[in-house]
């Protein structure tokens, strides 16, 4: 099962602020992509991100995702107030399980 | 407008059981696979179980194996997820989702499950 490790635990940032937050997989799988979602207290799981840098429908431009192997990032050029927010990321090789990273908590500095 | 609604959710005790649903409107349920995914109080996401578009393939985590059942009726729009022998860690809210591929790309609001004696 591939593990995924995201860093850091909390980010501490200032709306304006460039985000940038990282989600290490314990293996390079056949699959390669990544997704990322977003989360806000007392609400479901959002898409942000699929196929490792594909925005979801309706998610601002200033969110993109890079990565490749093991190594994957999602940033956020310039922080809205409204993203302050828990962010994980999901793996899936092929076949289930799908795999969520433990999450990075964006707070205000 | 693409939904996803869960019900069901409640307080059981230890080695209870007990019936979730998930009622899906707004597209072609029968093409999708789907998924359930639980947040422990606190926690962060933890897949539970995937059905796909079918009903022929499904899979479980390990930490529900043989305890819980996953179904569908794509008749009535509907995905199921039957918990057995409950345990205190299985105390979260449980989400549905839908797959198109390898991701999760629309989720139901959640319906909470408090495992307690």
């Known amino acids: 099962e591939n593990v995924l490790t995201q860093f850091p635990g909390t980010l501490s940032l200032s709306p304006g602020e460039r985000a940038t937050l990282s989600c290490r997989a314990s293996?390079?799988?056949?699959?390669?992509?990544m997704a990322w979602y977003q989360q806000k207290p007392g609400q479901a799981p959002r898409l942000l991100i699929y196929?490792?840098?594909s925005r979801a429908s309706g998610v601002p431009d200033r969110f993109s995702g890079t990565g490749s192997g093991t190594d994957f990032t999602l940033t956020i050029s310039r922080l809205e107030p409204e993203d302050f927010a828990v962010y994980y990321c999901?793996?899936?090789?092929?076949?289930?399980?799908?795999?969520f990273g433990p999450g990075t908590k964006v707070d205000f500095k | 407008e693409v939904q996803l609604v869960e019900s069901g959710g409640g307080l059981v005790k230890p080695g209870g059981s007990l019936r979730l649903s998930c009622e899906a409107s707004?597209?072609?349920?029968?093409?999708?696979?789907m998924n359930w995914v639980r947040q422990a109080p606190g926690k962060g996401l933890e897949w539970v179980s995937s059905i796909s578009s079918t009903g022929g393939d499904i899979h479980f985590a390990d930490s529900v194996k043989g305890r819980f059942t996953i179904s569908r009726d794509n008749v009535k729009n509907s995905l199921y997820l039957q918990l057995s022998s409950l345990r205190a860690e299985d105390t979260a809210t449980y989400y549905c989702?839908?797959?198109?591929?390898?991701?999760?790309?629309?989720w139901g609001l959640g319906t909470s499950v408090t495992v307690s004696s």
């Open positions: 989702a839908r797959s198109p591929t390898d991701f999760m790309d629309v």
């Open positions: 999901q793996h899936y090789s092929g076949s289930p399980p799908f795999t």
């Open positions: 293996q390079s799988a056949s699959s390669p992509y």
């Open positions: 196929g490792t840098s």
């Open positions: 707004g597209f072609t349920f029968s093409a999708f696979s």
